[in-house]
């Protein structure tokens, strides 16, 4: 099939979808697309089993003929970060930036090993042989939180402030860290990469590190640029070209892509949002990017639904997929709640901060993206399978579930869950 008449499918599903959404469930738009289009993969599965129906043999022929990784990684992942970090106030995430860090490096570290350890503990008990360095493989590639899934969420839940700025700093960051430690380990798994912790840190400071570094010097170029200029399309065009361009070269230097791109938008948003626009370019650029993020969104989730007509899915598979969800809070829980309980002697935080973080640290994109990736020489299949579960649940259980956890305003008194259609 040819990539546009593919593209051309994808945003027609995506389309009819969120229409079905809006008239029939009433949910938010990103859990409702993933809903209704694993929904619809499911029902396609069982009307070819079960009556004969082939429709599900070419609308999995449509998915395969998608790179998931590639889409998202090499193509999706810059432009939904940027637009991300474009709203993100960078005196509200310097007031935070301790949390932040610990969050997105150390968080992730040891979420790695907890989430590893536990599940090599746990698979001989179904039946599964796992190695170590396969269950740390899974422990990497599911511990960052997936800004994409996050941000979606989280920007219309009405959190207070503090406690937004640490979810949605952490998420940006820790993506880029997580995709690190993902390449780390698997080069490890596969002897072509460092053996020791050591050669493991310095690659993971060069890229995380360089990858800073290159945002700020591509977010300045663009930032003095956009202060020659009084033209929106110009200016919407330059900040196009800074996030495509700057994603490419940053990946093609061995820096950290996704860290580089939360930079520069970050200086974008702030300083060339303050200093270097008109309020008309501020709108158009607003709008431009708004609109980038929505659609990108739409396509990302429906794809992540109809990601399940080319797995295979076993039962023990997904009976392992089942058990690494209370795993997988447990080490979240444990990587965010030991932290933060060392710095309430410094500062305060709201009620509940941690069970929020725990639960509101949304997996998505980024892991079936990474867990796609994997070489034939790992337990490719039953990674998969167990990334896949994790994620499933985490968008549409956690995602619909998190304003429960949300301390109450102060005038309210008490907690508050939303219905969907008010997420």
Known sequence: MHPFDTIVILVTLTALFAYLN???????????????????????????????????????????????????????LGVLLFAGALHVNLNDLSDRALEVGIFATLGVAASTFLVGGAVYLVCPWLGLELS??????????????????????????????????KITGESLFNDGVGVVV????????????????????RLLATEVLGGIAFGLAAGYLAYRMLRRVNQYQVEVLITLALVMGGYRLAAYLHLSAPVAMVVAGLVIGNHGRRLAMSDQTREHLDTFWELIDEVLNAILFVLIGLEVLVLSLRGSHLLAGVLAIPLTLGARF???????????RWREYAPR????????????????????????????????????????????????TVRCLLPPEPSEGRMKCLKPREL
């Open 22 to 76: 809006y008239r029939l469930l009433g949910l938010p738009q990103k859990i409702g697309l993933m809903l209704i289009s694993l929904v619809a993969a499911v029902a396609l599965i069982l009307l070819d089993r079960l009556v004969g129906v082939p429709a599900s043999q070419w609308a999995t022929r449509l998915v395969a003929g998608v790179d998931f990784r590639m889409v998202l990684l090499d193509d999706m």
């Open 132 to 165: 170590f360095i396969h269950a740390l493989l899974f422990g990497a590639l599911i511990s960052p939180t997936d800004p994409i899934a996050v941000l979606s969420i989280f920007k219309k839940l009405g959190a207070p402030k503090a406690l937004e700025t």
């Open 182 to 201: 993902f390449l780390a380990v698997l080069s490890v798994a596969t002897g072509q990469g460092p053996a020791s912790v050591g050669q493991v840190v």
């Open 334 to 344: 444990i990587s965010v709640g030991l932290p933060l309980g060392l710095l309430k």
């Open 353 to 400: 901060t941690v069970w929020v973080l725990t639960w509101g640290g949304l997996r998505g994109g980024i892991s079936v993206a990474l867990a796609l990736s994997l070489p034939a020489s790992a337990p490719r299949e039953l990674l998969i399978a167990m990334t896949y579960t994790v994620v499933v649940f985490s968008i549409l259980v956690q995602g619909l």
